[in-house]
């Protein structure tokens, strides 16, 4: 039984002989290591020639005349059986899986790089506290009760519809947050220092930012109930952006936690908007409140 490390013909990996065909990067030559030992587990596996299963994985004649003559011996030796599906798909990863390997080898690259205050001792440390505000101000709790008392304080049915529905936005969000974080169970960056203001059992998951879904949900809240003049709109969506970035900077997050995060959020509102509550379609809490 050969050594994976090896070749069929006994040569190591990326040591070809010179006198075969093919590029020396080809597969055949062993210029992809990583794919010639792919190429003998699938062939361990099933029982099949090993020089034909690379030669199947080539594709390609030109690899199996020059390379493994045995398999090029003519027309009268019987061609191999074909190699099972699962084999196949190892021997030719999808594009999908390149693109989301890549995808994520990038995301951790990045994310560390940008995680400048992740300690006291990082590059950025001094920044900490103000990283750490920021957190706060984008934080559930502050929210739910700022959102509690404003409605406890509201004296028109208007305000109280509105304030209503951003009520139920940051249910919905916690909700949708927790829900995702536990199905999905994405670890905080290795980089984090777990120190956050009062946190759920499931906040010791990344993925999705709860913080990140929280700017984007009640920046477009804002936006679309509140009239405010331009300056102070521009500096509700800055406020969204900043607090998005940070959370990468402290090093809780992932670049992808905290996009999707901001997807997530926005679309959270089109939820909302779309299941609006009002005295019309919900006046059994709206007379409730009313009653408070
Ligand atoms: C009503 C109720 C269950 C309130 C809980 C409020 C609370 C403790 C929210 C947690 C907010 C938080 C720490 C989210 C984590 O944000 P990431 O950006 O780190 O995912």
């Known amino acids: ?73 003519g027309p009268s030796q019987a ?56 957190e706060i101000s984008g934080h559930g709790i502050p929210w739910l009760v700022g959102t509690l008392y404003c ?39 290795a980089h984090n220092q777990m120190d956050m203001f009062v946190t759920l059992s499931v906040d010791k998951y990344s993925f999705p930012s709860g913080h990140a879904t929280r700017a984007a949900l009640m920046s477009r809240f804002i936006l679309n109930h509140l009239v405010l003049a331009i300056p102070l709109r521009v500096l509700v969506v800055l406020w969204a952006f900043v607090l998005g970035l940070s959370r990468v900077m402290l090093g809780r997050h992932n670049v992808t936690d905290v996009a999707f995060g901001f997807f997530l959020g926005y679309m959270q509102y089109s939820i909302v908007d779309y299941c609006w509550l009002s005295p019309h379609n919900a006046p059994v809490l709206f007379l409730l409140w009313s009653q408070q």
């Open 1 to 73: 039984m050969p050594s994976p490390r090896r070749s069929v013909e006994g040569r190591p990996l990326g040591v070809s002989a010179s006198s075969s065909s093919g590029s020396p990067g080809s597969p055949a030559h062993g210029g992809g290591s990583r794919f010639e030992f792919q190429s003998l587990l699938s062939s361990r596996a099933t029982g099949v020639d090993p020089a034909c299963a690379r030669l199947r994985a080539s594709e390609s004649p030109v690899h199996c005349r020059g390379s493994f003559p045995q398999a090029a011996a």
């Open 79 to 134: 061609p191999p059986p074909p190699l099972p599906e699962e084999d196949r798909m190892d021997l030719n990863p999808s594009f999908l899986g390149i693109a989301l390997r890549s995808l994520l080898a990038i995301d951790l690259w990045l994310s560390k790089k940008l995680g400048v205050c992740a300690g006291e001792s990082s590059s950025w440390g001094s920044v900490r506290p103000l990283m750490k505000l920021l």
């Open 151 to 189: 409605l406890c304080r509201s004296d028109s049915w208007a305000g109280r519809e509105v304030l209503m529905n951003l009520l139920f936005a940051l249910l919905l969000d916690l909700l949708l947050v927790a829900l995702i974080k536990g199905l999905v169970r994405r670890r905080r960056p």
